[in-house]
């Protein structure tokens, strides 16, 4: 399975972007794809997660309100939308499928290693 990360670029702070994950080569319906971020110097942490069979959603303490993730069955395609957005949510945004929801609350990217992942896309949100 592949998974190919766009719709980052630099954006206001307050603004809006939405990330896209567009999933090729394995049954769509069949992962959980989850969201990572990781900012310069600091740790891969983990932003959001959908079932696709089931559209259920899970968000770390931090983005529930802000972020919101969803997945278009028909696109093969994972989206995170992001609001009001902060100069510290600049980072390297990330997905990942797994055919297990791996996730808790204190979920972390190492517990995905065996996952596949996609190349990152850049979100820089300036003052």
């Known amino acids: 399975v592949q998974l190919v990360e766009s719709g980052g670029g630099w954006v206001q702070a307050g603004g809006s972007l939405r990330l896209s994950c567009a999933i090729s080569?394995?049954?769509?319906?069949?992962?959980?794809v989850a969201w990572f971020r990781q900012a310069a110097g600091k740790e891969r942490e983990a932003v959001a997660c959908?079932?696709?069979?089931?559209?259920?959603?899970y968000y770390g303490d931090s983005f529930q309100g802000r972020f919101t993730v969803s997945s278009d069955t028909a696109a093969n395609t994972v989206h995170l939308q992001m609001i009001s957005l902060k100069p510290e949510d600049t980072a390297v945004y990330y997905c990942?499928?797994?055919?297990?929801?791996?996730?808790?609350?204190?979920?972390?990217?190492?517990?995905?290693?065996?996952?596949?992942w996609g190349q990152g896309t850049q979100v820089t949100v300036s003052q």
């Open positions: 990942a499928a797994s055919r297990s929801l791996i996730w808790s609350r204190n979920v972390k990217a190492e517990w995905w290693s065996g996952a596949a």
């Open positions: 959908i079932e696709t069979h089931n559209g259920r959603t």
């Open positions: 080569g394995g049954d769509f319906a069949s992962y959980a």
